[in-house]
């Protein structure tokens, strides 16, 4: 129900857009988020957004290099992704909240889709 794609292969320092998009329902009064996870780690949460896009939040190690966005006419969000590092190499996840908001533990998401991976070379 929900599709991320977008990834790649990119150059430390390189940009991608990850757009993630819903079929068969609309997630428009859902909050989005965005998780990761690298091989033989935890999923680690990334970014998330409210219902409407007028609140958002993002983890630590993504703070002031990614944004997230998100078009309701579209039912899509998005995921821009600047100043890659390589750590930021990842399996990338969208989900959608059980509720208008937001949180950053999984477990609070009750819709995820199938995820794109990203690799940052160094």
């Known amino acids: 129900q929900l599709q991320a794609y977008g990834g790649g292969l990119v150059q430390a320092g390189g940009s991608l857009r990850l757009p993630c998009a819903a079929s068969?329902?609309?997630?428009?009064?859902?909050?989005v988020g965005w998780f990761r996870q690298a091989p033989g780690k935890e999923r680690e949460f990334i970014a998330a957004?409210?219902?409407?896009?007028?609140?958002?939040v993002y983890g630590d190690s993504v703070k002031g290099r990614f944004t997230i966005s998100r078009d309701n006419a579209k039912n899509s969000v998005y995921l821009e992704m600047n100043s890659l590092k390589p750590e930021d190499t990842a399996v990338y996840y969208c989900?959608?909240?059980?509720?208008?908001?937001?949180?950053?533990?999984?477990?609070?998401?009750?819709?995820w889709g199938q995820g794109t991976q990203v690799t940052v070379s160094s």
């Open positions: 989900a959608a909240h059980r509720g208008s908001y937001y949180s950053t533990s999984a477990q609070n998401y009750i819709y």
């Open positions: 068969r329902r609309t997630f428009s009064n859902n909050g």
């Open positions: 957004i409210s219902w409407n896009g007028g609140s958002t």
